[in-house]
């Protein structure tokens, strides 16, 4: 079946942080997405301005029936427009799921490390949410980037998935905290050793890396030419 | 996909290129920066007369992805802008050096810019 695009209304919003928000897009009424996954991305734009379209990965799961999640940073026009604007009642057009950023559920036993920056944290939530949910024995690590703890985005939700799902890690890193801040976690940049040390059984992993090309692309030289995995290992999703 | 890197042209670390001749510098950003950006959906770009300095960001494009800042490769005057890509970002997209260009410059040294990547040394940084 066709995949349609589909005027939504704005549910629901939830300011995550001053700079991102999280939007709920209502399903109308007989609207069919297909199939579509955890991982994947919607293309939205307002109804005066068709040809503006931006692109935002899912931060709900497949799972979540009747509505779409998207968690937006105030980047460019769109960014600034939905943070800044956008309330419920508001409507968006919106072309349906596509991607291949999916986590590998099956075969069981996997152990997904999920590297991300800043914003490129939001499909993982998904994962999680779907992995938690279906209480899979899938093992998911997120490795997260951010300039300051006033940018974690989901802190409080993936804190409390991690308590509610033992196979769910979630570690944290800072790169420009002031040394006085009270920060018990690690800080500093992504390094090939951290997110190496986080590796048990190579042949069972599957990594994924969501942010700027920059990091998106040392994690995959890290995995396709320090660790020699194969290609099936190793999914991206870049901002440009 | 190879990106292409025309050999008459120079090019900024920062993936724009320029054109230069007779003191005027024609800007736009490279085959492998759209390839990068993917889809082009907003473009803004200086206001003419603005002056500019090399390394300054002066424009803006946005992809179905990301919003970023466009540096000038240059430094002078904006002369010239291009409204063919306010009208229709998606020639950025396919056709990055000629009718996707950005703005014109009227270098303010008659020489030319001499802290430009010649098209072999930006092949070598893409890994083109």
């Excluded at chain 1, 629901?12 to 009424?29: A, G, H, I, M, Y």
């Excluded at chain 2, 390394?55 to 409204?83: F, H, L, M, Q, R």
Aim: hydrophobic share 35%.
């Amino acid at each position: 079946m066709a995949k349609v695009i589909a005027e939504m209304l704005v549910e629901s919003v939830k300011l995550e942080l001053p700079d991102v928000k999280t939007v709920r897009l209502q399903w109308p009424e007989g609207y069919d997405p297909g199939e579509f996954k955890t991982g994947q991305f919607i293309t939205v734009y307002w109804p005066h301005k068709p040809k503006y379209k931006r692109a935002y990965s899912l931060s709900s799961s497949g799972l979540d029936r009747g509505a779409y999640e998207v968690t937006v940073k105030r980047d460019g026009k769109m960014g600034t427009s939905i943070v800044d604007w956008v309330d419920a009642g508001d409507k968006l057009f919106v072309i349906p799921p596509t991607g291949r950023f999916l986590p590998v559920f099956d075969p069981p036993g996997k152990h997904l490390i999920c590297v991300a920056g800043g914003s490129g944290v939001t499909p993982f939530r998904g994962f999680v949410r779907e992995a938690t949910r279906r209480n899979l024995d899938t093992r998911i690590t997120v490795l997260y980037s951010v300039r300051t703890t006033q940018d974690i985005i989901f802190f409080d939700e993936f804190t409390a998935l991690e308590k509610e799902n033992p196979r769910f890690k979630f570690h944290v890193t800072c790169t420009r905290l002031a040394p006085e801040h009270p920060w018990t976690g690690r800080r500093g940049r992504l390094s090939p050793e951290w997110i190496k040390s986080f590796i048990d059984d190579p042949a069972q992993t599957v990594f994924y890396a969501c942010g700027t090309n920059e990091m998106v692309e040392s994690v995959e030289h890290l995995v396709l030419h320090d660790l020699h995995l194969t290609k099936e290992q190793m999914k991206t999703e870049k901002w440009g | 996909m190879s990106s292409q890197v025309p050999s008459d042209l120079l090019y900024a670390k920062s993936h724009e290129w320029a054109r230069v001749e007779n003191g005027i510098a024609t800007v736009g950003i490279t085959d492998h920066a759209q390839h990068e950006l993917t889809d082009i959906v907003f473009v803004e770009l200086p206001a003419k007369g603005r002056q500019v300095k090399s390394g300054e960001a002066c424009a803006v494009v946005e992809s179905v992805k990301t919003a970023s800042d466009i540096y000038s490769p240059v430094s002078g005057e904006v002369i010239e802008t291009n409204p063919a890509v306010i009208q229709d970002p998606s020639l950025v997209n396919s056709d990055p050096y000629a009718t996707g260009w950005f703005f014109k410059v009227r270098l303010s040294s008659a020489e030319a810019p001499g802290d430009l990547l010649t098209p072999q040394a930006y092949a070598a940084q893409i890994g083109a």
